[in-house]
């Protein structure tokens, strides 16, 4: 599936290799991902965010003070996906809890091509946010439902998404309950975070 729009990718990272492989990584994708700018550090992407207004920004640090993931949850990036990886042993709660967000939280290591599968995802659901009548807070959780299924089963954004689909069919339920069935579902059993759902 092919895209004609752009989209604006910010970058945040400790890494110098993995800062200077972006270019060539966002040649890979189906949608086109622009690189408009590289942020220093977390204090200044709220600035970058009002001077570059990206699509998508991606945060790959050594480490994250407890200071940097509060001011994390104070961009109210519910329009913007946030890509954040992890170390292993990495536990914070509130980060994978955040998917409704738009925060994708991947533990590294993390082979390029999930890395790539997981950069579909969250660019294929700026697409559709940017249809009015689509409703942000299901396009996260399928956005986070596809990134687990990626991740833990191997599979491509478009298996992902398929086998969302035929899951909801089948148990007669709507596309929104099976991802979210997913996601509470590997938040138990891969992240070993306790998560209660509450409908509003």
Known sequence: ?????????????????????????????????????????IADIKLKIKEKKPDLIIINKAGYSQEEIYSLFELEANDISVIIMIDQYFKYKPLFLNFENGFITIRRPISINKFL?????????NFKKKKSNNDIKKIRTLEMAKSFLVIYENMYEEDSHKYLETNAMNERITLYDESLKIVIKYLYEREDIKYEYKNQ
């Not at 752009?6 to 890494?15: P, T």
């Not at 599968?117 to 659901?125: D, V, Y």
């Open 1 to 41: 599936m092919q895209y004609n729009e752009r989209f604006k990718i910010a970058v945040v990272s400790d890494f110098n290799n993995f800062k200077n492989n972006m270019y060539s990584l966002f040649s890979m994708l189906p949608i086109k991902g622009v690189l408009v700018t590289i942020i220093d550090s």
């Open 117 to 125: 599968e997981i950069l579909k995802i969250s660019l294929f659901a």
